[in-house]
């Protein structure tokens, strides 16, 4: 269980997030829908405190972090529970699709290689990128590379993976391999997983739950019925009818 418990964060005067709770269950699915500028990725970062929240408390299963007083040791073990998939991929540009999976298994994990290639190899398959391991990112299209970072994410073997805005970089006609590939993870309930998207049919089909952000806060948090198909807040509606 993954727990964002009053959860506020400001850079300098601003104040980018106010008050955010929410409650994710292990092998729950999230999407989070939201106008640019309002927060989400912040909110994602926070979550895996690759930025620091200014206020509240992280919590994934036991290991709680509270902004006020937090361990670093603690901030270690829950950056090890997440991973993240980034919008422009992220990958090392000097490492093969193969070296960029096994990267996390060999320094963080401290895998012996042959077998972190295997383990790499394996999940490279799992994305349809193994005839592909042996490529440089430069030499493969942004649907394939963002193929290969989910790859590298699910290594670690994630208890909540967090995807930012997965596909807004690619070309139309890659959007969809990527799709399949999360669709694919999504029915394995693994682990729990947010994303944040502008895929909003995507959304109302693969998540269990919506939440759509504005200015910083949850404004409504439901099912993909309640929030796709029935919108009742006039700035979720707004929204709606710019990105469908
Ligand atoms: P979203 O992902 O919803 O588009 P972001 O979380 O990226 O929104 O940004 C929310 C707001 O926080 C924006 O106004 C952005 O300019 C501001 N912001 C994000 N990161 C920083 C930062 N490192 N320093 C200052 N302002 C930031
Ligand atoms: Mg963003």
Not at 59 to 75: E, T
Not at 160 to 183: H, K, M, N, Q, Y
Not at 195 to 215: K, L, P, S
């Amino acid at each position: 269980m993954i727990s964002v418990k009053n959860l506020s964060k400001s850079f300098g005067e601003t104040d980018v997030l106010k008050d955010i709770n929410l409650e994710i269950g292990d092998d729950e699915i999230v999407a989070i829908l939201g106008p640019s500028g309002t927060g989400k990725s912040t909110l994602l970062r926070c979550m895996n405190y690759l930025c620091e929240p200014t206020t509240g408390t992280v919590s994934i299963d036991d290991v709680v972090v509270d902004a006020a007083h937090r361990k670093r040791a603690d901030v270690r073990v829950l950056r090890r529970k997440t991973a993240m998939v980034f919008q422009d991929y992220h990958l090392f540009k000097n490492k093969t699709a193969v070296q960029n999976v096994m990267e996390a298994l060999v320094t963080v994990w401290k895998r012996p290689k042959a077998e972190a290639r295997e383990t790499a190899m394996a999940l490279l398959e799992k994305v349809g990128m193994a005839d592909r391991a042996d490529f440089y990112p430069s030499k493969l299209s942004g649907g394939q590379q963002q193929r290969v970072a989910i790859a590298r994410a699910l290594a670690v073997h994630p208890q909540v993976l967090l995807f930012d805005e997965p596909t807004s970089a690619l070309d139309p006609e890659l959007v969809g391999e990527v799709l399949a590939t999360i669709r694919q993870l999504a029915q394995e309930r693994d682990f729990a997983m947010v994303i944040v998207t502008h895929e909003v049919e995507f959304a109302r089909q693969v998540a269990d739950r919506v939440i759509f952000m504005d200015g910083g806060s949850v404004v409504v948090d439901g099912t993909p019925e309640q929030i796709i198909e029935h919108p009742s807040d006039p700035r979720l509606q707004k929204f709606l009818s710019y990105v469908s």
